[in-house]
């Protein structure tokens, strides 16, 4: 409950501030980096495409446990409040396969910033 008020308090904020630092971008395009943006979805309007980083739900609990010392459970009950991973999937445009090395992201990130600014360039509003 108190989430919910302190959620319902602060995300208009967040979404206006988000909003007007948009405005303000003049790169080919940009990045939003919304972790429950599908969950919300209060920012869905103004992004054109859906970018999920992607890794099975195992090696994401596990690094999570690593990074924060989070009981496995205690990661596994956040994860249940938020979207599936075959639910995220299928709201994406675009996947980053990150199960691998930091290395294995370099050309996909590569691949999809040669895709987007081609996109940016196409589709200019």
Known sequence: MFRDRLERALHPLIIATIRMDVETWRSVYGILVVPLLLERGGLMSSVRRVLVVDCPEELQIRRVVARSGLLPSAVRAIMATQLSRTERLAHADDVIDNSGTPAAL????????????????????
Do not use: G
């Open 106 to 125: 370099k050309p996909q990130v590569e691949r999809l910033d040669r895709r987007y600014r081609e996109l940016a360039t196409t589709t200019e509003s």
